[in-house]
């Protein structure tokens, strides 16, 4: 990407959004255009067309990854698979038609098998059921991978594809209940130290595996793909590491100095028993993260607490 190319991505103001400005702001690049209003309605379709038309941005990143957790996509299924795939369809037509340079399309992990081998090929795509708990969100990431597919296959495009691991970053979403695991447990271990309440429900045993990775680390990975990357094959993009939820759960805890006991509410879903990804494709083209779990826990929380926390529920 040359340093003043028009550059659009979805969900500016969102954890991996705002992620992606800071980096390629530190990169050195300023010319970026952003939809006045992310809200998917009947009504987008024109919006959204007319604004690719007008601006007819180079590049784009299309963030296709749900800020809600399992709750969320237990209670709310037909809400977020409509709403992302509305939003996905949408900004890949208007790209399409505008003549976008390049797109990259970042989508969820839940996208891949239940039983899918670990740690996680992006072969593992459709060889079997997602995640009961997560297939909204996981089927709406497919959706949009496969078709920046078919679009590459039949109309020529250069629409890249990656899947993220586990994110946490700044500017993320707190809700007490439908957030993911990250921001959920900082937020129920700031409030049980700020209240000096006696104990901290975690979710499920702590015995889930996962791979976590920092929002600001992602976003550096999204720029290296968007440069030196094209292809009809999806990316992993992960730390190539994993952590089980009880380690997470304490590295937490002793980052916001939570005094009292943690109990695990097995009553509550845990989703996949292991969620790890191979990065070994995104390794070898030369990229590795930078940011260590506790390193980057540390900065999120700081942030937060800069920020004097007003929780979006």
């Not at 990250?182 to 429900?201: I, M, S, T, W």
């Not at 009880?246 to 109990?263: F, H, P, S």
Request: aromatic content about 12%.
């Amino acid at each position: 990407m040359k340093k003043d190319a028009k550059i659009f991505m979805s969900h500016h103001k969102g954890m991996i959004g705002s992620a992606l400005v800071r980096k390629l702001k530190e990169k050195g690049f300023d010319n970026f255009v952003f939809l006045p209003s992310e809200e998917w309605d009947e009504k987008s379709s024109e919006r959204v067309h007319d604004f690719f038309q007008t601006e007819k941005p180079d590049y784009v990143f299309l963030v296709a990854t749900q800020r809600s957790g399992i709750l969320a996509n237990k209670l709310f299924p037909a809400d977020l698979f409509y709403e992302t795939v509305q939003m996905e369809m949408l900004i890949l037509q208007s790209a399409f038609k505008s003549g976008v340079k390049k797109l990259l399309f970042l989508g969820s992990s839940n996208a891949y098998p239940q039983m899918a081998l670990q740690p996680i090929k992006e072969t593992e795509i459709m060889t079997g059921g997602m995640e009961p708990s997560q297939e909204a969100t996981g089927l709406s990431t497919l959706v949009g991978l496969r078709y920046c597919e078919y679009l590459n296959q039949q109309k020529g495009t250069n629409y890249i594809s990656a899947i993220a691991a586990g994110m946490y970053g700044k500017n993320d979403y707190y809700h007490p209940s439908y957030s993911h695991v990250v921001p959920g447990l900082l937020r129920r271990f700031h409030e049980a130290k700020v209240n000096q309440d006696p104990v901290v429900y975690v979710w499920g045993t702590g015995s889930a595996i996962r791979d976590f990775l920092y929002a600001d680390d992602l976003a550096d990975a999204c720029v290296f793909l968007m440069n030196y990357y094209e292809g009809n094959d999806r990316i992993n993009i992960g730390s190539g590491k994993d952590v089980t939820i009880k380690e997470l759960a304490e590295t937490i805890q002793r980052i916001v100095g939570y005094e009292g006991k943690v109990v695990y509410d097995k009553s509550k879903p845990v989703g996949m028993p292991r969620k790890m990804l191979d990065v070994s494709k995104l390794t070898s083209m030369g990229w590795t993260y930078d940011t260590e779990l506790e390193e980057g826990l540390q900065v999120v929380y700081e942030d937060l607490l800069s920020r004097s926390i007003e929780w979006k529920d």
